[in-house]
């Protein structure tokens, strides 16, 4: 196969994957130089990367649709990397959106490349949810924090009806791969009403049995003994309640009902997943609810929910 064409070898390496094409890449020179070559990572970036270029933020930066990059591979990479802002679909740049509390919040979603299979990543920006009351200063507020790919975020000041809700549609998503949805957030350090709450969420297609399950925003994770008793009077109703954890009903940290932290600082949980064929056109949908504890719950930091393909176990 070494005294093949460069051009054949590279047909041969873009039918493969990102990460297999860096592999063949280390054979020889021959081999690097097809690996390398805009042949064969054209065929790693999505068909349509051009028009979510020339809608993105990045445009302003580069004339070309190559972002200024020397090659296919360096755009790739810096797809992967680097998160880039959009609006969703087609909509005109000048779309914003305005909340009660006067403040104007643009960029709906950020876009990126899945670094071991090139599969299209999206996350919904908090503006872009639907979130209970978040127009209402009293209870929600629009701020700036560090490490955010969005301009603003919404903090958490007091509620005891959370519902967070969102939608995607599947025509922006790669075909014939399974999607996770996840919840992207932190908390303040006065951060509470969470230890121990079940969390309803749901993921799926928008008029479908989508999937549901709990989980907990518990901040610390699940860290506690298995088998211990707590009491909380909640005065919302005049009610008094005691709760009584058993080992058996409490999910242990790392099962997936818990929070996990990512490598840009943040704290994650999974809402669900589901599987995308070819030519599908329909609607996700997702939530995050907790509307029946009764109990005040503040401090968490919403920087939005985010559709990334699930990794093979």
Known sequence: MIELPEGCIATVISFASP????????????????????????????????????????????????????????????????????????????FLVFLGSGVVLGHLMSFQLDKSSGKKCYMISAANLTIVWGDTPTYWRWTSVPGSRFPKVAELIRVCWLEIRGKI?????????????????????????????????????????????????????????????????????????????????????NDGHYPEERGDGWLEIELGEIFIGIGEKNELEMSVMEVTGGNWKEGLIVQGIEIRPKQSK
């Open 19 to 94: 990460r297999d094409a860096c592999r063949f890449s280390c054979v020889n020179s021959v081999f690097k130089s097809a690996a390398e070559s805009d042949a064969v990572w054209d065929r790693f970036l999505p068909p349509d990367y051009r028009s979510l270029i020339f809608d993105s933020d990045f445009c302003s930066s580069a004339s070309s649709p190559s972002l200024g990059c020397p090659s296919k591979k360096d755009l790739f990479l810096s797809l992967c990397h680097t998160p880039i802002l959009i609006e969703e679909g087609k909509m005109v740049n000048s």
């Open 169 to 253: 549609n599947t025509c922006i998503l790669s075909p014939m791969t399974t999607y996770g949805a996840y919840l992207v957030f932190k908390s303040v350090n006065v951060a509470f009403g969470f230890v121990n709450q079940p969390v309803k969420v749901t993921f799926g297609l928008v008029g479908s049995d989508s999937h549901k399950r709990a989980v907990y925003l518990d901040l610390e994770r699940g860290q506690r003994p298995p088998h211990f008793r707590f009491s909380r009077h909640v005065r919302i109703y005049n009610r008094n309640r005691s709760l009584e954890w058993q080992g058996s009903s409490v999910p242990r940290e």
